[in-house]
């Protein structure tokens, strides 16, 4: 798949991301995060230890980010208990902050647990991702 491409469509037509499978969406995220200016790992589909991708940037501070993504139905919420297994995850690997992205929506529940934790986790639901996005496409890939 062409993620230039595809970048630019989402951009201009957000309901793309439903047509992609979820491992597209990994990979597209994957791509955004590249061109943040991060060197990215996309984690094997299956055991992937409840991260996706990992993002890493030595620059003036060292940060290492796992970013787990779920392509869901709008409708269909992530609830909390995925939220706190990223967490337990992000602890266990002494990673700077761990991120959920979703095509949907957080529960109530998830999204309290997210402000509990907002300096280690952060979510990006569909209107963040969609910003990921716009940003991602004025960004030059390094």
Known sequence: MNFARMLSVARNNPAELFHLSPRNFEEL???IWKRFGYVVELTSQTRDGGRDIIAVKEAEVNVRFLIECKRYERRRKVGV??????????????ATKA???????????????????????????YDGVIDWIKLATLTRSL
């Open 81 to 94: 208990q995925m939220v706190r297994s990223l967490y337990g995850v992000k602890v266990d690997e002494c």
């Open 29 to 31: 995220v994957a791509e």
């Open 99 to 125: 991120i959920l992205a979703t095509t949907s929506s957080f529960s109530s529940a998830a999204k309290d647990f997210f402000d509990r934790h907002i300096w280690e986790l952060e979510a990006r639901d």
